[in-house]
């Protein structure tokens, strides 16, 4: 079967039905799943080949709704192009593209119309959009939700960016206004500054210096913020990348007080820790923060326990220059890492060891975020009428990764080198092959989605 071609049915020994794995057959007409059926049910009746692929596993796309794409205006750092081909080859069927860093930042509906005019064409997987809340842009709001926006994000701190300021108080209160009623989404980067009592005088090359220098309190104060205002307004509002196991009780306290509110953490936060960042090593860089092993086990339980929501890449990057390795100097390096590619493979190997589930896999990585980005109609699960999104994996297959088999633009990743468990054979958009072992198909044949407005929903 050729890169590019249709699929009209995918057989495994080993397909996710539901929250069991078992034999079946999905057959797929018009980019749709038309039916899931058990092997002797299958009559073999499809307009062309099916795909067997024996006993490897058969699941939702991953639906990564946290990837700074950068495009336009910083595509010397990444593309749709780069990343949607390292978001296929990762198993990842539906992207959702943060407001920054492109230039100019999401944040107007001419904007949004820019970005949308630079990814057609160049995905090879499907991609939404969030746009952006900045100070003075709140009539700006309503117009990217009919326009097809899948919700907003703001920052409570500097953004790392200068077109995309961080927000105060009374630019909150104006956006939450703004979006009561549209059924719409605010996400939020939740650190605060907050008053230390000491300055920073450490080694600039320790990693020890740059993690004092956001310490949980930043991420509780901000917090403590956003469950005030979703209590306020009853408007949804998530927090994107938690680092810090400290402000969960908030967040449980916030939602059984009836808060809308949700929360997702990344791979980094899961894999890494801490106590074995090497000095200068400042591809590990991130904000907020890597924090120590004891806290990557509470994050660990509470993922467990249903407290947090969701799983994403967080995928950040930049060129090699912003990442000052040359020095080794964490306060001046860019923060964000590269993970859209490793995604899967960098849970499972954790996961699968904490008695995590290929369910709970498919749950956290696809229905989830799905859900946040309102694409839970289309993506993120195996199910008659659902988009024919697949990934067809070997969760017990490992793999070293090495900078020639990574697809994203720059090759920096705190991974490289790193053995995972779970290999990514086939993934399939809307019932399209458009990724096989290491290669993709000629064109790319991902679309835009535009999220449609809630019904019932009426303009403030």
């Known amino acids: 079967m050729e890169l590019g071609s249709v ?163 009374c630019d909150l209160h104006r956006a939450m206004k703004q979006l009561q009623g549209t059924g719409s989404v605010l996400l939020f980067h939740a650190e605060k500054d907050v008053h230390q009592t000491t300055e920073e005088h450490g080694d600039p090359c320790q990693y020890s210096t740059f993690l004092q220098s956001r310490p949980d309190d930043m991420e509780i104060e901000a917090i403590r913020t956003v469950t005030e205002l979703c209590l306020q307004y009853k408007v949804r509002c998530h927090i994107v990348h938690l680092s810090s196991a400290k402000p969960l009780k908030l967040i449980q306290e916030a939602r059984q007080a009836g808060a809308p509110l949700s929360v997702e953490t990344t791979h980094h936060y899961l894999s890494l820790f801490a106590e074995n960042i090497p000095a200068g090593a400042t591809q590990f860089k991130c904000c907020p923060p890597i924090r120590g092993s004891v806290n990557q086990e509470q994050l660990w339980s509470a993922l467990k326990a249903g407290q947090i929501d969701m799983v994403v890449s967080d995928h950040s990057p930049c060129t090699p220059d912003l990442k000052k390795l040359g020095n080794g100097d964490f306060t001046e390096a860019w923060g964000g890492i590269s993970s859209l590619q490793f995604g899967l493979p960098l849970f499972w190997s954790s996961a699968s060891k904490r008695g995590f589930t290929l369910s709970d896999v498919a749950r956290l990585l696809s229905w989830k975020t799905a859900q946040l980005s309102s694409l839970d109609n289309l993506k993120g699960s195996l199910a008659p009428g659902y988009d024919a999104d697949l990934v067809i994996w070997e969760p017990e297959r490992e793999f070293e990764i090495k900078e020639a088999s990574i697809h994203h633009k720059n090759k920096l990743t705190p991974y490289l080198g790193v053995t995972l468990q779970g290999v990514v054979c086939v993934t399939i958009v809307r019932g399209q092959l458009v990724y096989r072992e290491g290669s993709f198909c000629p064109k790319p044949l991902g679309k835009p989605l535009l999220i449609p407005m809630q019904p019932n929903c009426e303009a403030p």
């Open 7 to 169: 699929v009209c049915a995918v057989r495994s020994k080993r397909v996710l039905v539901g929250d069991k794995v078992r034999p079946a057959v999905i057959v797929i007409r018009d980019e749709k799943i038309h039916q899931i059926l058990s092997d002797s049910d299958f009559t073999g009746d499809v307009a062309g080949e099916v795909l067997d692929v024996g006993d490897k596993v058969v699941m939702p796309g991953i639906v990564d709704c946290h990837v700074h794409v950068n495009e336009p205006g910083r595509t010397s750092w990444e593309g749709f192009w780069t990343a949607t081909r390292a978001a296929a080859a990762g198993g990842v069927t539906t992207i959702v593209d943060m407001p920054l860093n492109s230039i100019p930042p999401t944040t107007t509906l001419g904007n949004f119309h820019k970005k949308l005019h630079e990814a057609t064409g160049k995905c090879f997987v499907d991609t939404a959009f969030w746009g952006g809340v900045i100070p003075g842009n709140q009539l700006e709001l309503l117009p990217m939700i009919q326009a097809g926006v899948a919700g907003f994000k703001c920052f409570l701190i500097h953004s790392g960016v200068e077109e995309f300021p961080h927000v105060n108080d």
